[in-house]
């Protein structure tokens, strides 16, 4: 996100940040050697795919400003400890994320207000928590952008829908929300684990309560899901299922995809 | 390296293994959804830029077959715990490298020895021996193939020669060896660090006693440059230091190079 085209917040540092940050001019503001346009990093979890790409940002020259609440931030310290390893190279300057309802700000963009909206999913597999939910696990995140009056919600993970999320949600001009799994079983009847959807944290797009219903009562502009799994056939852009988001007015994602307030 | 071209041990897992494994098609014999042909990863030490791929393997079926020494290993379940979080996916089978000349082999590579020669490098910095070296913090790797009889050095940290390593290099018929600066004090000059090449482990290519002369008393009839920093003049093909290694028979290694012994 960025007021200016030149200062950046990164939402969540996915392992591939480096290619990210190659294939995205924006990002390389090319003031200093190793210059990035990378200001801050707000992590709405603890995730492997989530956190990983902080130890890329490792090289540059002053503490890496990171937000996060203080649940994902112990899981950094402490079981994942990349914010102790990145001590021994750019270091950290944390900021740690009240889930108080009260909105914060983060330097330089002046004209976004950040509102935290605590959600039901699920702490990383390695975390402590795992099994012993907290508030603070997980976070959606409402941006308000006071130069448009434009309010996205945005949740990589949501696992079930809560009267905050539901009211964040419905306040929202643009929706970027959890895209995991297409339906509930899809990664055992693949294979790929024994987990449903909603064991792992995920609402799945069909059936009943989910995401499609979701979305069909919610009045945004625009309704795009993110976050989506190799298994979903939702990829397939000549899928039954791609289709039958599009009669909704549903988006899906892409790399590279720039989004205007 | 692999000896059937389905089966391949992985030296080293860089952070972009996802995008390695996409643009090398060997790598992706599909026997199953999430297949690679990756069988065993084997580490020289246990910097971030040779270990963070391993979170990238994690969705496979089976316990990662992972070949490191004591001191890797220890870095890997302790300050950077690696090892540790895979537990709670895949899991690691480790595998202890001895460092007592003994060679050993790693299934299903029947044709392929590995003995490894404890390097003069360094730690990582966020090793608790960074400013304590221990032998087994670094290694390189001479490799034998039955097959063709042919020998490889490789060693992306290199620090400085020993009696060990100069005997290593000597048998070699094909090196790969630390390219990382061309200068002690290319890191200094550039202003991205304040330290020399060799306070970081690493032997610069020209000046006295540098890779150059080192590799000009070499037999081997390949002498492969790897492990480039993005500082080294060398990465730019119109160089007057590329041209130089090329006078010397010294070639620089590219991403998907390939190598028939």
Chains 1, 2 share one sequence.
Not at 96 to 106: K, N
Not at 143 to 169: C, I, K, N, W
Request: charged share 20%; aromatic share 4%; hydrophobic share 40%.
């Amino acid at each position: 996100m960025s007021d200016d085209g030149i200062n950046w917040v990164l939402v969540n540092a996915s392992p591939d940040i480096l290619v990210q940050i190659r294939a995205t001019p924006a990002l390389q503001p090319a003031r200093a050697v190793r210059d990035t346009g990378i200001a801050a990093v707000l992590l709405m979890d603890a995730q492997i795919d989530h956190v990983t790409g902080l130890l890329m940002l490792r090289e540059r020259g002053t503490p890496l400003p990171l937000y996060a609440t203080a649940e994902v931030l112990a899981d950094l310290s402490q079981a994942l400890p990349l914010t102790r390893v990145l001590g021994h190279y750019c270091g950290v300057e944390p900021h740690t994320l009240a889930i108080d309802g009260q909105p914060f700000s983060i330097a330089p963009l002046r004209d976004t207000t950040f509102l935290p909206v605590p959600l039901s999913s699920k702490a990383p597999p390695y975390s402590s928590h795992r099994n012993d939910p907290h508030p603070g696990d997980n976070i959606g995140l409402m941006l308000h952008d006071s130069a448009s009056g434009a309010r996205v919600f945005y949740a990589p993970g949501l696992g079930q829908m809560t009267d905050a999320v539901e009211a964040a949600m419905r306040q929202a001009d643009v929706l970027l929300v959890d895209g995991t799994c297409w339906s509930d079983d899809e990664m055992i009847t693949l294979g790929l684990s024994k987990k449903t959807a909603h064991m792992m944290g995920h609402l799945p797009q069909s059936g009943p309560g989910g995401m499609i219903e979701v979305l069909a009562r919610m009045p945004a502009r625009r309704k795009i899901l993110i976050h989506i799994n190799n298994s979903n056939p939702i990829l397939r852009e000549d899928s039954p299922e791609r289709t039958e988001l599009a009669t909704h007015g549903i988006e899906v994602a892409f790399d590279g995809m720039d989004i205007t307030l």
